[in-house]
C-alpha cells in the first residue's frame, strides 16, 4: 500500500503497546479501509508514513480517537445498561469502566466477550452501520476487541457523514 497525504484519513496506535499504527486511508474505489503498520523504522512502509504524518500526529489522534470512543461507548452504555438520569459520580464511574475495557480487554474472559457481543448488537442498532456496505458490516462483526469495534465504528460513521 502507497500512502500519500491525499489517501489518508487518519493514523492512529492501535493497541497499548504502540507499536502497530492503524492507517485509515481511502482506496482508489473511495472506500475508507483500516490498514494496519508495525512501528519499526526499518520498515519501507512505516517510513512512508512518517514521511506524511508525525509520531506527535499520530499520538494526537490516537488521544483524540480513545476520547471520542469514551464517548460513543459511554451512550451506547447510558441507553443500553445504565440510568439515563445517571448522576455525575454514576458518569465518572462509567467513564473509568469503559477505559478499563479499553485498556484491561480479555478475550478469554467470559464477561468481556459478552460486553463485545452486545456493543455489536447495539451497533447495529444505528442506521447508519445497519445500510453500511457488507464490507464494512464485515468489519464490525469481526471485530476482536472493544477499542478495534470503536475504531471500525467511527470509520463507518464518518464515511456515512461525509456521504
Do not use: C, W
Not at 497499548?16 to 474505489?29: K, L, P, Q
Not at 512512508?48 to 471520542?68: P, S, Y
Amino acid at each position: 500500500m502507497e500512502f500519500n497525504k491525499d489517501n489518508i484519513v487518519s493514523a492512529a496506535f492501535s493497541g497499548n503497546e504502540r507499536n502497530v499504527v492503524e492507517v485509515v486511508y481511502t482506496g482508489d474505489d473511495g472506500v475508507n479501509r483500516p490498514y494496519y503498520i508495525e512501528v519499526n523504522p526499518e520498515d519501507v512502509q512505516f517510513q512512508q508514513l512518517l514521511e506524511i504524518v508525525t509520531i506527535d500526529d499520530i499520538e494526537a489522534q490516537t488521544t483524540d480517537r480513545v476520547r471520542g470512543y469514551e464517548d460513543v461507548l459511554s451512550k451506547l452504555f447510558t441507553k443500553y445498561g445504565q440510568n439515563t438520569e445517571a448522576q455525575e459520580d454514576d458518569y465518572s464511574d462509567l467513564v473509568d469502566k469503559i477505559s478499563a475495557l479499553f485498556m484491561d480487554y480479555d478475550p478469554n474472559n467470559d464477561k468481556h466477550s459478552e460486553i463485545l457481543f452486545g456493543l455489536k448488537i447495539n451497533a447495529f442498532e444505528d442506521e447508519r452501520i445497519s445500510e453500511a456496505s457488507d464490507d464494512n458490516k464485515e468489519l464490525v462483526r469481526l471485530a476482536e476487541t472493544p477499542l478495534e469495534l470503536a475504531a471500525v465504528i467511527d470509520m463507518i460513521v464518518n464515511v456515512a457523514e461525509m456521504d
